[in-house]
C-alpha cells in the first residue's frame, strides 16, 4: 500500500512540474535522465522499459502528441511500481493527455 501510495504521489508530482510555466535556464533534462533520478531515489523493484506499442494500446497515449516519454514498470507485473514520465508537445491536447494517464492509473488501481 505504502508504494502505491508513492507512485499516485511521484506522478501527481510529476504531472504538476509538466505544467509549470517556461522552463528554467540552463535544465534541460531528458524524461529518461528524470526518470533514472527517481528510480535511484526510490527503492523500486527491478523495473523494465515499456515499448512505444504498449504506450499506444494500453494508455491511448499517440507518441505524435508526445515529444519525449519514459515508461518503466515492475518486470514481474507483480507489484504496481511503475514511472511515467512525458512532455507533451507543443499544441498537443495537454488536457487531454493529463486525462489519459489518469485514466490508466485509475485501471490499475482497481485490479
Do not use: N
Request: aromatic share 6%.
Amino acid at each position: 500500500m505504502k508504494k502505491l501510495l508513492l507512485m499516485v504521489l511521484c506522478l501527481c508530482l510529476l504531472l504538476g512540474f509538466t505544467g509549470c510555466g517556461a522552463p528554467a535556464a540552463g535544465v534541460s533534462a531528458t524524461c529518461a535522465e528524470l526518470a533514472d533520478s527517481v528510480e535511484k531515489a526510490v527503492a523500486f523493484t527491478e523495473l523494465t522499459d515499456v515499448s512505444q506499442d504498449y504506450m499506444e494500446k494500453y494508455l491511448w497515449i499517440e507518441a505524435a502528441d508526445l515529444e519525449d516519454w519514459v515508461m518503466r514498470r515492475d518486470v514481474s507485473r507483480a507489484t504496481p511500481e511503475m514511472i511515467l514520465i512525458v512532455k507533451v508537445k507543443d499544441g498537443a491536447d495537454k488536457a487531454a493527455v493529463k486525462q489519459l494517464i489518469q485514466d490508466y492509473h485509475d485501471e490499475q488501481t482497481l485490479q
